[in-house]
């Protein structure tokens, strides 16, 4: 059966999968292949997720999430409408969205994915991620890191070996990797990164200094104006390279002001961020003892790495242009859904072996040296070890005529545990006796998808323990992933085949919200038009008229909003 490539991302998420021809992406619904990682509740109760649910993102905040992949992994639930979910729910939803998009691309049932994570997901965050593959109805057989994924995309495991680095600059981060092939391994070898730091935030610089410019406090403008000339910078910025200017016009409280958008001008207020993003660069780089003229290839992700600002500013860096000639909204997909083909045993990619690598070190607590105490760290599989591995280390008791032994275990570099993250625990019982007698073998398997499984022997007694770390925060054990499945299952969604009308109307309204005067009349009283067409139900009918709005929308949605 198929196996399906997902990219789970922060602002927008996609699906592919591999065939006799490459890679394909599967459109959604809507026959977009970028489906916005948002999810809300509609006026009738209804879940929506994706585009639809992103129209509604600023007019309906209280009932619409975005940017929860953050939160992946914590135990914090976040409130929409009268529900209240975790980050690993909401992304279910998605997961499940994109699932169904496949199946009706490939005309039979997807029940088994590979799911990209950020490199720097500790093991918490990529269980959470397993998990809401599992409640979306999607055996994950394997995450992949999102920078391992783009250079697969880009072919650069055909290469013999080489040194990558990949920039990866969404909406709302940017995370640099550096990757290390060799012999058929691909090793994230440092990844550095802000996680504020976006193409959000050049837009934000944008609105800052008109509003600095003009004397106007942010404070003294409605959450319409504000919205509205967001959305304008939105689509200036993303215009910049076809055009040397662009004229804005932007009512801010009772002016008008406008604004003559130049590249000149979006350098200037864009160079405190350039900067700042030039700054986890040269950290990677400089944590992997690497100098820049060692790099052989540089590969572009995320949407905002489109800006030239950006393109130019890594070619002068690094004295060369990246590579950037897949689009770097959908590379992690396709290399996502390369794996997937790997995973199928996919002829014409059988002779690539990829393997990957534990990107932390993953350990136990132990006593330290004579009279310290406890708290210290015992590594037992080091960061960057070829995965899956399996490796024992031997602990003894630390005091006289203990009966039992907690294993503790951590990830991380530190050598106090205090400082590293608590996975979970185990408890194992031991005779009585003097302090050292008894010897604990723990055991820890790290597979291919990051996941640690501990297997705890007493020695003496031959007692054996296991644990798959599943308890820790944003995890969940069996009953309460059985009540997650219940509360999902009990959400009404609306049938695709009316995504596209809802899509209409939903888009229909934001721009009603954000127009005014005989304006704002027209699309009243267009929309209304087309709920009257709805409520007929004559498919022909409806088609037509969708036609006839999308046309008449575009006309007032000139800004490029996705
Ligand atoms: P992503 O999370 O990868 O979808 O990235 C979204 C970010 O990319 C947003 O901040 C967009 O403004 C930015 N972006 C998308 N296309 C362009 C473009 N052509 N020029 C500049 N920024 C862009």
């Not at 169904?100 to 049932?109: C, I, Q, S, V």
Request: net charge negative.
């Amino acid at each position: 059966m198929t196996v399906i490539g997902i990219d789970l991302g922060t602002t927008n998420s996609a699906c592919g999968v591999w065939t006799d021809e490459g890679v394909k992406l599967i459109p959604n619904r809507l026959g977009d292949f970028l489906t916005p990682s948002v999810v809300g509740y509609d006026d009738s109760g209804k879940i929506s997720v994706g585009r639809i649910a992103k129209e509604r993102l600023i007019s309906h905040s209280d009932k619409t999430v975005a940017v929860f992949k953050r939160l992946m992994g914590t135990d914090h639930k976040i409130e929409i409408g009268s529900g209240s979910y975790t980050a690993t729910e909401l992304s279910s939803l998605v997961l499940r969205s994109l699932k169904e998009d496949a199946e009706t691309y490939l005309g039979e049932p997807v029940s088994r994915a590979v799911i990209s994570v950020p490199a720097y997901f500790n093991d918490n965050q990529r269980l959470a991620t397993k998990l809401a593959g599992e409640l979306a109805g999607l055996k994950v057989e394997r995450l992949i890191n999102e920078p391992t994924a783009a250079a697969i995309a880009y072919g650069l495991h055909e290469k013999n070996e080489g040194t990558f680095l990949i920039l990866d600059m969404g909406g709302g981060t940017f995370d640099v990797s550096i990757l290390e092939f060799f012999d058929g391994v691909m090793e994230v070898h440092a990844s550095a990164g802000d996680n504020y730091l976006g193409g959000e935030d050049f837009v934000d610089a944008m609105l800052n200094n008109i509003l600095s410019s003009e004397n106007i406090r942010k404070e003294t403008l409605s959450r319409l104006q504000l919205q509205t000339m967001y959305m304008k910078l939105e689509s200036a910025k993303r215009q910049m390279d076809a055009r040397a200017e662009n004229e804005l016009s932007f009512e801010l409280g009772d002016k008008i002001v406008n604004w003559k958008v130049t590249e000149e001008w979006f350098t200037k207020v864009a160079m405190p961020l350039m900067l700042r993003a030039k700054r986890p660069i040269e950290t990677a780089i400089r944590d992997a003892r690497l100098s820049p003229s060692q790099i052989n290839d540089i590969v572009l992700v995320g949407g905002a790495t489109r800006m030239k600002l950006f393109r130019s500013a890594v070619a002068k860096l690094f004295g060369r242009f990246p590579s950037c000639n897949l689009d770097p909204d959908l590379v992690v997909t396709m290399g996502a859904a390369i794996q997937a083909g790997l995973i199928e045993k996919h002829k014409g990619l059988d002779e690539v072996v990829l393997t990957d690598v534990c990107p932390y070190t993953l350990g136990t607590e132990v006593n330290g040296p004579e009279g310290a105490g406890g708290g210290f760290f015992l590594p037992i599989i080091e960061r960057n070890t070829v995965v899956p591995v399996s490796i024992v280390r031997s602990v003894q008791t630390a005091h006289d005529n203990q009966t039992e032994v907690a294993i503790n275990v951590y990830q991380g570099e530190h050598r106090r545990v205090e400082k590293n993250v608590f996975l979970g625990s185990l408890t194992a019982a031991v005779p009585k006796g003097p302090a050292g007698q008894e010897v604990i073998d723990i055991r820890y398997s790290y597979d291919m998808n990051g996941l640690l499984e501990v297997d705890v022997k007493v020695v003496s007694t031959g007692k054996k323990l296991n644990k798959v770390i599943e308890h820790a925060a944003g995890a969940m054990d069996d009953a309460t992933r059985a009540a997650s499945l219940k509360k999902l299952s009990a959400l009404k969604f609306h049938p695709r085949d009316q995504e596209e009308n809802r899509m209409l109307l939903s888009r229909g309204e934001r721009i009603y919200e954000t127009s005014l005067g005989e304006e704002r009349d027209y699309i009243a009283h267009v929309l209304a038009e087309f709920d009257a067409i709805l409520e007929r139900q004559n498919q022909l009918e409806i088609k037509k008229a969708r036609q006839q709005l999308e046309e008449v929308l575009k006309k007032f949605d000139n800004e490029e909003w996705f």
